[in-house]
């Protein structure tokens, strides 16, 4: 098995690491935006912070169920299919020109992302080597971390020289990219197992599983809500001008980063 996933193992896992950061770059710097996105449409930040919130239901509602509904398909071609959905969105998202088509977009793209990311860490875990895959898993899983030591900082930016729909042109380009290496370094793999929704739910009688996922919700809705208001915090309440912005950000990422990997 190892053998047979040898070859291009550091660009593959590079690619995948991408994926993440794609990913990453999509869900977080958004929220480093959202005071030029409630200029835009002429509407308060708490409007616009609903955004965030409706993504994050989405996003952990439809995950397990599009996982589970498509567990029979081939796994190859649903992950290039979910990124071609991932880059009309996005591109959607950069277009929109109300308020009602940025919702659209944004929930057409928390349905896809989860499970994006979920195959591409089943794919990651596959193509390893028993002995390298806690870290190519640990670097996968940096790859949101990066985003928002990059992403983050970098959509913030072009928001304020240029526009925010150019931070989302941004993840447009890079997901063709992305897109082209799938194609190229995706192994074809068959689904061993599939399973119902019902199966799934079953899950959550195991304590275990509710503690990881208690766990999970408790940190990021702390990383969220910091994420989406740390610039009116920074900017308005503490005075800090945007460049000590990125600059805190920046640091916030690298922490994040050291985090994963230890």
């Not at 499970?115 to 875990?125: D, G, K, Q, W």
């Not at 079953?202 to 702390?222: N, Q, Y």
Request: glycine share 6%; hydrophobic share 55%; charged share 10%.
């Amino acid at each position: 098995m190892e053998a047979k996933y040898a070859k291009n193992f550091k660009l593959r896992t590079v690619t995948f690491i991408l994926v993440a950061f794609m990913l990453g770059c999509n869900e977080f710097m958004v929220v480093g935006i959202l005071s030029d996105i409630a200029k835009s449409y002429q509407v308060s930040l708490s409007s616009i912070g609903i955004l965030v919130t409706a993504f994050a239901l989405v996003y952990a509602i439809s995950t397990p169920i599009l996982t589970t509904l498509t567990s029979h398909w081939d796994r190859r071609k649903l992950l290039l299919v979910l990124i071609g959905v991932f880059f009309i969105s996005n591109t959607a998202t950069a277009l929109a020109p109300t308020l009602a088509w940025l919702f659209a977009a944004r929930i057409l793209t928390a349905i896809v992302a989860g499970t994006i990311i979920t195959l591409v860490n089943l794919f990651a875990s596959i193509t390893a080597p028993l002995d390298k895959r806690p870290m190519v898993m640990a670097w996968v899983g940096a790859g949101f971390s990066i985003a928002s030591v990059i992403g983050v900082p970098i959509g913030s930016a072009i928001a304020t020289l240029i526009s925010w729909h150019a931070s989302f042109w941004l993840v447009s380009f890079l997901t063709i990219i992305v897109f082209g290496l799938l194609v190229w370094l995706t192994p074809d793999e068959k689904p061993e197992v599939t399973g119902s929704v019902v199966e799934q739910l079953k899950l959550f009688r195991d304590p275990k599983i509710l503690l990881g996922i208690g766990i999970t919700v408790a940190v990021l809705s702390v990383q969220y809500t910091f994420y989406t208001y740390v610039r009116s915090l920074i900017t308005t309440v503490l005075g800090f001008d945007l460049t000590t912005l990125n600059w805190l950000l920046l640091v916030l990422g690298l922490m994040s980063i050291l985090g994963n990997q230890l």
